[in-house]
């Protein structure tokens, strides 16, 4: 039962953007959408476990829901630039690098010549993964125009959702009590980035329900590190590449040649052996 719990992040945020994608709307709408959803999953999460929200966790809860926004913006953006399949796995090992260079760098997280090995040895993988995911034939010639706008995405999303766990974590913020302020910040972020574009539509409205898939997600990641404990949740999480990955070719209809077959599975296959490797270093 344990594990099932802990399988249910993967499956919930590994479907977001799979689902984002048959909802349809551009990226703004999208990531209001999601935004509205979580607010609502935030106030069902606040009015049923009552947790003690402080003026702290009101401030820095915002603040990383704002970087979440900035994070979850650009990333939707990406996966219309290029494709959910190759934007999923270069953003789930860039979050991966970011997250684990802060932890040995911002938090000394990385207390032994052990953990330094394991870090290293998984940032390297991770690194070699998300380039495969993203490797094009040189045949497609348009390719490299939407890769570059693409990666540039999804270095600003990477910053933003680097920025959101480096702030949650520095704050030392309590987990159910953060989820309503996190969620207001995210629907503020996701205002200020949707400025000026048309975003009263019936896409919007549809995306709530990605927004209620995170917050299920979240919960059930909570769930899963107090019941088998970090290490196990943090790794089992990143198996949700896999929908989002495969998801995107077979449900989506992006279009993949043979060889680019190969560079995707075999990329995604690493960012989750880095992800894993991580996750044994936290043990």
Known sequence: MAIIIALIPALAWGSIGLVSGKLGGNAYQQTL???????????????????????????????????????????????????????????????????????????????SGRDVTLGIIAVGILVIGAALTSRKEKSEAAAPNHMGKGIQSLLISTIGYAGYTVVYTAAGLDAAAVVLPQAVGMLLGAIVLSFGHEVLTKATAKNVATGLLWGVGNLFMLMATKSVGLAIAFSMSQMGIVISTFGGIFLLGEEKTRKEMVYVTVGSLLVILGGVVLGVMKA
Do not use: C, D, K, Y
């Not at 003026?55 to 990333?75: M, P």
């Not at 934007?87 to 260079?101: D, E, H």
């Open 33 to 111: 959408g999601m935004t509205i959803g979580a607010l609502v999953f935030g106030f069902g999460t606040w009015v049923f476990m009552q947790p003690s929200i402080t003026s702290a966790t009101w401030l820095f809860g915002i603040i990383s829901g704002l970087l979440w926004a900035l994070g979850q913006g650009f990333q939707f953006r990406s996966m219309q630039q290029v494709g959910v399949s190759t934007a999923v796995p270069i953003s789930t090992g860039m979050q991966l690098v970011a997250n684990a260079l802060a932890g040995a760098l911002l938090f000394h997280e990385w207390h």
